[in-house]
Each structure stands twice: as structure tokens, then as C-alpha cells.
């Protein structure tokens, strides 16, 4: 851990409160504006105010409806002028509407409403008689500046919100990527270990054989040789085991999860995707002894990945599970009784299926089959088990 002290967390304000103080706002502004009592036909009175506060109210609901605000805010600033209260300009009442849809997103409505404030209101003063220079040349430009600022900040806020959500993510995935770079190196590690403990426990097999034959020769006629040869085996298979258990150590992590052990007797597992899917499925197995562990989990992985083809593959209706068992190797064979769907092709696909099957197979020095036949399509594995650790 570094030194470094941790960063505080940041606090933010809720976004109601942020829209609770920008409506006071609003609403404190054009009240004061109102109170200024400049031109109009009548005096302000209780509606004028509460027509301000209808105003605040508005962005109580700027971000779930922006549209909508705006739209209802310039109607009501027509409705106002209608009514011949004070004058309060054009760009005040209107500003936090065009911002909050801006804010949103909502970019060309914001330009569509500004514009339309701005035509319907010169119009209407140039058709009451003003002055075209004082309404045009004088008061025009500080209206679109100030209603053009307000959607610009909105609009940049939208923008700088999007680019730091965009920068977290690519945070996040850099991240994930380190993370899976790193566990992939410690995937690597570990797999060169287990070969590096394959390679040791084979060497030191066949030294424990190798010895074991000595002794067995050497028993009544070489005390001598076999109590030497019988210490060597012991001394092997020492050195052997210890070198296991700092393998295993080293392998395993306190996060793994308990391992699950694979069995034939488990095939329920499998065989319900394939019933899931439609198929008929009829499974045989005949087992004259118990397998070896390594025996019967490659059996049960090539059954699962045989019928995990037909589900994705087979355009038939029928699958056959059958393991049978002699004295020397069990034979696995999983079969569909239809032909592949137009678009897929088992044998020659892209997928490492069928090249994992064979080499768990060959692994246990078996081998393994996967071919189209009349009926359908045919996986047969054979696995040696006799002598198998």
C-alpha cells in the first residue's frame, strides 16, 4: 500500500436541490423585474406574481419533461405581454427553460424557441408603432446574446457531462483489461507449474519403477542392494511429495472455489439441455468397475461437449449416450440421428470442440472419432482405464 493519503469523496448536490434553488431563482428575478413596474397597460398585481412563480415552479420538472417546460414557458410569456402587465423583457423569463433543455440535449428546440421569442416579439412591437431602430439595433442584440449564452452553458454542460462519463468508462475498461492481462499471466504461471510438476512426478515414477525392479530382483539373494533400492524409493517418493504439496500451494488461491467432482452418474446435467432443446435423448451405461477418476471425467466432459454440439448443431430429433466398459478401455460414443442445419458444419467448423474432445482423449492415451454418417452425425471416444492413475 502506498503512503499516499486517500482522496475525500466527492460530494455532489442532489439534482433536486439544484433544481429547487434554480426555480427560487427564477422566480425571485422576474418578481423583481415585475416590481420595476416599467411600461404595460396595467398595474402588476397577484397574477403578474404568480405568474412568476408558475415560472419557478417549471424546473421542478426541466429534466424528466425539458420540452414540455419550454414550451409551456414561452406560451406564458406571451400570455403575459397579452395580459399588459410590466414589461420584463424577453430573454429573463425564458433563459432557464432554453438552458434546461439545452442541458438535456435538446439543442434544436432550444434554438427553435429562442427564435420564435424573438420573431413573434419584434413583430408585435413593430406592429404597435415602436421605434425600429430602439427595438431592432438597441434591444435585440443584448436579448439573442443573453438567451444564446444560456443554451450555449446548457448545452456545454451536456457536452463536459458526456465526456467524463465516456473517460470513466474507459477507465473502467482499461481497468478490466489490466485485471484480465494480469490474471492471464497467472494463468500462464500456474499452467507452466502444473507442467513443470507433470514433467517432475513423471521423472520420479519411473525412478520409483526403475528401483522397484531392482529390489525385486535383488529380494533374498542382495540384502544389501535391495535395502539400498527400497531407501531410494523412499527417499524419491519423499522429495516427490514434497515437491507436490509446495506445487499445490502455490497453484491454489483462497479465492478458488471448491471443485467439482464429474461423474457419469451426473449425466442428468447434461442430457437436460438436450431435452430442453426437443431432442429425444437415450442414455446407456454399462459399468463393470469403477473408473479411475481421470477415466471417467474425461468421459463425462466428452459427453458433455459431444451433446452440447448437437444441441447447437443437429437439425435432428434423436440423441444416443452410450459408455460400455471391458477389461482394458471404455468406449463412449454420442450419436444424433440428424444431418447439421445448412448454415453450421461440426466437422469442418471454426470451433475447438471437437480438437479438445480428441485431446482430453489422447491425453489418457485413448483416441477419438467425430464424423458424419447416414444417420447423423457420430462422436466415439475410446479410453484406456486398466493401469490408469
Given at each position: ?8 469523496p466527492?460530494r ?10 434554480l426555480?427560487?431563482g427564477v422566480?425571485?428575478v422576474?418578481?423583481?423585474v ?6 404595460g ?8 406574481y404568480?405568474?412568476?412563480?408558475g ?9 424528466r ?24 423583457g ?16 435538446r439543442l ?34 443584448g ?6 449564452a ?14 467524463q462519463a ?8 482499461t ?10 499471466r ?7 507449474i502444473?507442467?513443470?510438476l ?6 520420479t ?6 528401483h ?8 533374498g539373494?542382495?540384502?544389501e ?13 519423499r522429495r ?11 497453484l ?16 442428468d ?9 426437443g ?15 481421470p ?6 466432459r ?15 430429433s434423436?440423441?444416443?449416450i452410450h ?6 478401455q ?5 450419436t ?10 461440426r ?12 485431446e482430453r482423449?489422447?491425453s ?17 471416444a475410446?479410453l ?6
Amino acid at each position: 500500500m502506498s503512503g499516499q493519503p486517500s482522496q475525500p469523496p466527492v460530494r455532489r448536490v442532489r439534482p433536486w436541490l439544484t433544481d429547487v434553488l434554480l426555480g427560487v431563482g427564477v422566480t425571485a428575478v422576474v418578481s423583481v423585474v415585475i416590481t420595476a413596474n416599467e411600461g404595460g397597460r396595467q398595474e402588476p398585481d397577484r397574477i403578474a406574481y404568480l405568474w412568476a412563480v408558475g415560472l419557478g415552479a417549471l424546473m421542478l420538472a426541466r429534466r424528466r419533461y425539458p420540452v414540455v417546460v419550454l414550451a409551456v414557458t414561452v406560451l406564458g410569456l406571451f400570455a403575459y405581454y397579452a395580459a399588459g402587465y410590466p414589461a420584463v423583457g424577453l430573454a429573463v423569463p425564458v433563459a432557464a427553460a432554453l438552458f434546461s433543455a439545452a442541458e438535456q440535449g435538446r439543442l434544436a428546440a432550444s434554438v427553435s424557441a429562442a427564435v420564435l421569442v424573438v420573431v413573434v416579439s419584434v413583430m408585435v412591437r413593430l406592429a404597435e408603432g415602436q421605434n425600429f431602430s430602439f427595438v431592432v439595433g438597441y434591444e435585440l442584440a443584448g436579448h439573442v446574446l443573453l438567451m444564446g449564452a444560456a443554451i450555449a452553458l446548457g448545452d456545454s454542460l451536456r457536452s463536459r457531462r458526456t465526456a467524463q462519463a465516456d473517460a470513466r468508462r474507459i477507465t473502467e475498461l482499461t481497468a478490466e483489461r489490466y485485471r484480465q492481462e494480469a490474471d492471464a499471466r497467472v494463468q500462464g504461471e500456474r499452467l507452466a507449474i502444473a507442467r513443470d510438476l507433470h514433467d517432475s512426478l513423471g521423472h520420479t515414477t519411473s525412478v520409483i519403477a526403475l528401483h522397484a525392479d531392482v529390489a525385486r530382483e535383488a529380494l533374498g539373494r542382495d540384502e544389501e542392494a535391495t535395502r539400498s533400492a527400497l531407501e531410494l524409493i523412499r527417499a524419491t517418493a519423499r522429495r516427490s511429495m514434497d515437491d507436490l504439496r509446495r506445487t499445490v500451494t502455490l497453484l491454489r488461491r483462497d479465492d478458488d472455489p471448491p471443485r467439482t467432482v464429474v461423474s457419469l452418474a451426473h449425466l442428468d446435467a447434461v442430457t437436460g439441455a438436450a431435452g430442453a432443446a426437443g431432442f429425444d435423448v437415450d442414455v446407456q451405461v454399462r459399468l463393470r468397475a469403477a473408473l479411475p477418476a481421470p477415466v471417467e471425467a474425461a468421459a463425462y466432459r466428452i459427453i458433455q461437449e459431444a451433446v452440447t454440439n448437437v444441441v447447437r448443431h443437429s437439425a435432428g430429433s434423436r440423441v444416443e449416450i452410450h459408455v460400455a466398459q471391458d477389461d482394458r478401455q471404455v468406449t463412449v460414443s454420442v450419436t444424433d440421428s440428424g444431418a447439421d442445419r445448412p448454415t453450421t458444419d461440426r466437422a469442418t467448423g471454426g470451433g475447438h470442440g471437437i480438437a479438445g474432445m480428441r485431446e482430453r482423449a489422447q491425453s489418457l492415451g485413448g483416441s477419438l472419432t467425430a464424423e458424419h454418417q447416414p444417420t447423423g452425425f457420430a462422436v466415439r471416444a475410446e479410453l484406456p482405464w486398466a493401469g490408469t492413475t
